[in-house]
């Protein structure tokens, strides 16, 4: 490990990824001490980890590890009141925060607390092992590979799940892992780390995917890193063509004005609530009034909220290559395109803003 | 030692006992209503077996398992103890009581150093293998959330370790009723007294030798039991 130094502000998911035996495990390890740092220092919230008694520090930082690490022999209630119990909370208290937990991770607790590991699925598993990381409300929380046992169905799921809980409990996390759509998916920032501790480059996703530092980067984050950043954006995100929408039985000079004023060359018929119908054929523009004249169903229909890369996948699917966006209530609200995709793809990602006042700064 | 002068003590150590009785006595044959008519013979030779038993096990149990919690911290210590107590194992149970005797004098004293000195090996080993099969990220995971090493062993290791020192008890437990029955050659009694004290009657070798044998089915089932209520999760696991 040598001159690492990173900056994790509160409440992000900081993900340190890279080729095994990069020392991103390690790196993890010296937040809570697991191991010694030898130089430099490593702050949390402002203050040295070398101040503090080691089990102290770590009862104050959640954990949660690859294979889970839960103890086999208590049952789910007692494996998440181990921290707890360190700490002398009485009995009630345990119980009540075990309950409310398990509800946190969406288990139920009368039917789980009483369980002993064995009796779980790897995914009910990996959810009481965040809950016991999250015992005691800590401020960090430090993941090695948590989901890395378990199957890519049920790992999919359970990032959603785990995106949806950070948005609740807003905790500064540590994450680790070897699998960069993983960081992507999970990370607010992301560190890539090189062989021997070094850090190759820490960027949010988007900057990662857009501009990677070297070669290293480049070849790690994969050949496919455009369509990996369409996997990070939704079509509310990016600026929608305009298209020309055309009720039945409006004059056809209205028509073609807006038509001209467009940015896609064909008419979208729509309903009276501005409901997109379909595609006019050329025909229906001829004579005086607008008819019903079809010359391809209005699809695929892409929603605001669609993840760019299936939108994309939709659209390619398609026969046109336009795609009507809704909203929620199924209103017209632009139009995707594949050059909308692809101009969307050359403009640089937005700066986050930074605001840390919990740093890990880590180097050796 | 030769086989002679072997004979001589334990002829000098066991009074040979006469009896009067019908054919099937006469005969040495397996006669249930003789067993039912003496039975009382053996009741207190059979108390004095379970105390021997029960006695050396604790004792061993205690010292094997100080010990491996020892060798737990200091792995260097492992292969030096084993040395130890394999070779108090290896050590020919009659030439311990034998050999033990001038030293410590005829009686309980004797025997229980001696078959102290067989539970050692199996339950140290028994022990250690336990705490090391924890698994690593059982540690980890431990470790990680603050636990102390004295609270990480008695929290996560030694109960994850039960099934393991159990199954050394149970082994140390039936091998010293076992060897108790050769405690008499240090003049402390048990059912092993009342097998040689008349060692070709059928009759009195089955009563004697089955309460032996009873015994270690008794105390391991007892011990069997006990691992079930310790661990709840092996069992719910398996459902």
């Known amino acids: 490990m040598e001159r690492l130094s990173l900056e994790v502000p509160a409440g992000e998911i900081c993900v340190l990824v890279g080729p095994s035996g990069c020392g991103k495990t390690t790196a993890m390890r010296m937040v809570n001490r697991m191991i010694d740092i030898t130089e430099g220092d490593i702050l949390v919230d402002g203050k040295s980890v070398k101040d503090r008694n080691a089990a102290e520090l770590r009862r104050d930082i959640g954990y949660a590890i690859q294979q889970i690490g839960l103890f086999p022999h208590l049952t789910v209630a007692g494996n998440i009141a181990t921290v707890p119990r360190l700490l002398g909370w009485d009995k009630k208290r345990i119980a009540e925060r075990v309950d409310e937990l398990l509800e946190l991770v969406s288990l139920d607790p009368a039917d789980t607390r009483d369980r002993y590991p064995g009796q779980l699925s790897g995914g009910q598993r990996q959810r009481v092992g965040v809950a016991r990381a999250l015992a005691v409300d800590p401020p960090l929380m430090l993941m090695d590979e948590p989901f890395g046992a378990i199957d890519p169905i049920n790992r999919e799921r359970l990032q959603n799940e785990f995106l949806r809980l950070q948005r609740e409990i807003r905790k500064t996390i540590v994450f680790v892992t070897h699998d960069i759509d993983e960081a992507i998916k999970i990370g607010d920032r992301i560190a890539v780390m090189k062989v021997g501790g070094k850090l190759a480059q820490y960027a949010t996703p988007a900057e990662l995917l857009m501009y990677p530092a070297d070669r290293f980067v480049e070849d790690f984050v994969g050949a496919d890193r455009a369509l990996k950043r369409l996997a990070l954006q939704r079509v509310r995100d990016i600026d929608l063509w305009k298209a020309a929408t055309v009720r039945a039985g409006e004059p056809v000079a209205e028509a073609r004005a807006k038509l001209d004023d467009a940015d896609v060359p064909i008419a979208l018929l729509v309903d009276d609530n501005n409901r997109p119908k379909g595609w006019l054929s050329e025909r229906a523009l001829q004579g005086e009034r607008v008819r019903e004249e079809l010359r391809s169903p209005a699809e695929p229909v892409v929603e605001l909220d669609d993840v760019l890369r299936d939108a994309l996948s939709d659209l390619l699917e398609s026969e046109t290559h336009y795609g009507p966006v809704v909203d929620a209530n199924g209103c017209l609200a632009g139009v995707l395109s594949i050059e909308v995709i692809g101009q969307n793809l050359h403009t640089p990602p937005e700066e986050v803003p930074h605001g840390a006042d919990a740093a890990v700064i880590g180097e050796e | ?239």
Not at chain 2, 16 to 44: H, K, L, M, T
Not at chain 2, 209 to 224: K, R, S, T
């Open chain 2, 1 to 239: 030692m030769n086989a002679a002068l072997l004979h001589d003590l334990v002829l000098a150590q066991v009074e040979i006992r006469s009896r009067s009785g019908e054919g099937c006595v006469q005969e040495n044959g397996f006669c249930p209503s003789w067993i039912a008519d003496n039975f009382d013979r053996y009741v207190s030779p059979f108390w004095q077996h379970v105390y021997l038993t029960l006695v050396s096990v604790a004792i061993g149990f205690t010292i094997a398992f100080l010990l491996a919690l020892v060798a737990h911290r200091r792995r260097w210590l492992t292969g030096p103890i084993v040395g130890v107590t394999g070779v108090l194992y290896t050590v020919p149970s009659i030439a311990a009581f034998l050999l033990l005797l001038p030293l410590t004098g005829r009686g309980n004293n004797t025997a229980i150093i001696a078959l102290v000195s067989y539970t050692l090996l199996i339950i140290f080993r028994n022990v250690t293998t336990g705490l090391r099969n924890v698994p690593e990220e059982m540690r980890d995971a431990g470790r990680g959330m603050g636990l102390t090493e004295r609270q990480l062993l008695w929290r996560v290791e030694l109960p994850l370790a039960v099934p393991e020192i159990l199954a050394g008890l149970r082994i140390a437990v039936t091998t010293t009723v076992g060897l108790a029955t050769l405690a008499f050659f240090a003049g402390a009694g048990g059912l092993g007294q009342e097998i040689y004290a008349d060692i070709s009657f059928k009759s009195n070798v089955v009563a004697a030798g089955g309460l032996a044998v009873l015994l270690a089915a008794v105390l391991d089932l007892f011990i069997l039991g006990t691992q079930r209520l310790l661990t709840p999760w092996r069992r719910a696991a398996r459902a």
